[in-house]
């Protein structure tokens, strides 16, 4: 069983996906905390419904960086947490941070990673009039929003779509894929070789997609 923190700043709808999971039988992970930077975060509530221990660990509470995260990384070895899952943890850890943690960090962020790091993705994706957008579950890495990835859901962008509802069916794929990415590392499947996360007995899907469908004959 592989104890699991999980770091939140907002509404915790992953966080929600986590726990739900975690609540099915068999499943190889725990969440052994949940631990906010903002006090206000809606998330922490869905944690104490499903009595899970909570912290929070206030940014601004710190002179800097390093301070807090040194009450972060305390608060996790409070709570014997093995692994982390970052479920809209909106602070940029330290290298330092991460180094301690090697391997041993998730991140979900919605976007087909490498394009659209950072914030405000799917208006970005729509301006760019890319087809495809989606979400990635990725091991961290010191830059943002970089890592070894575990999976990707992919979805065409309608271009009625505007940012939210295109956020909402992304958000839909990230609580398929966060839960599941979990569950191959809880269970050992996942083996990280330089940038790449190398799945044992994955099954991958043979046909491409294209967007617009193609205008029939
Ligand atoms: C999610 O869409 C997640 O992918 C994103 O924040 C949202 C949190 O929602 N994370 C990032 O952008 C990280 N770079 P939630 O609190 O409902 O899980």
Same mark, same amino acid.
């Given at each position: 069983?592989?104890?699991?923190a999980v770091l939140i700043s907002?509404?915790?709808?992953?966080?929600?996906? @986590?726990?739900?999971? *975690?609540?099915?039988?068999?499943?190889?992970?725990? &969440?052994?905390?949940?631990?906010?930077?903002?006090?206000?975060?809606?998330?922490?509530?869905?944690?104490?419904?499903?009595?899970?221990?909570?912290?929070?660990?206030?940014?601004?509470?710190?002179?800097?960086?390093?301070?807090?995260?040194?009450?972060?990384?305390?608060?996790?070895?409070?709570?014997?947490?093995? %692994?982390? *899952?970052?479920?809209? %943890?909106?602070r940029l850890l330290d290298a330092?941070?991460?180094?301690?943690?090697?391997?041993? &960090?998730?991140?979900?962020?919605?976007?087909?990673?490498?394009? %659209?790091?950072?914030?405000?993705?799917?208006?970005?994706?729509?301006?760019? $009039?890319?087809?495809?957008? $989606? *979400?990635?579950?990725?091991?961290?890495?010191?830059?943002?929003?970089?890592?070894?990835?575990?999976?990707?859901?992919?979805?065409?962008?309608?271009?009625?779509?505007?940012?939210?509802?295109?956020?909402?069916?992304? @958000?839909?794929?990230?609580?398929?894929?966060?839960?599941?990415?979990?569950?191959?590392?809880?269970? $050992?499947?996942?083996?990280?070789?330089?940038?790449?996360?190398?799945?044992?007995?994955?099954?991958?899907?043979?046909? $491409?997609?294209?967007?617009?469908?193609?205008?029939?004959?």
């Open positions: 069983m592989l104890d699991v907002g509404r915790g709808s992953n966080l929600q996906a @986590l726990i739900d999971a *975690c609540a099915e039988e068999g499943f190889p992970a725990r &969440i052994v905390a949940v631990i906010a930077n903002n006090p206000g975060a809606g998330g922490l509530d869905k944690a104490k419904v499903a009595n899970i221990p909570t912290s929070v660990v206030n940014h601004r509470d710190f002179e800097d960086r390093e301070a807090f995260e040194n009450a972060l990384d305390a608060e996790l070895k409070k709570y014997k947490a093995k %692994f982390i *899952c970052l479920a809209g %943890f909106m330092r941070f991460v180094n301690r943690w090697k391997d041993r &960090i998730l991140n979900i962020h919605p976007s087909l990673l490498p394009s %659209f790091k950072g914030l405000h993705t799917q208006e970005r994706a729509l301006e760019s $009039g890319v087809r495809f957008t $989606g *979400c990635t579950v990725h091991i961290v890495r010191p830059e943002m929003d970089d890592g070894p990835i575990i999976l990707q859901a992919a979805l065409a962008v309608d271009p009625e779509d505007d940012a939210d509802s295109l956020s909402n069916k992304v @958000l839909e794929l990230e609580h398929l894929i966060y839960p599941e990415s979990l569950k191959l590392i809880a269970l $050992g499947r996942v083996r990280i070789s330089g940038n790449r996360a190398i799945i044992e007995e994955a099954d991958y899907p043979k046909k $491409g997609l294209i967007s617009p469908d193609l205008i029939p004959k």
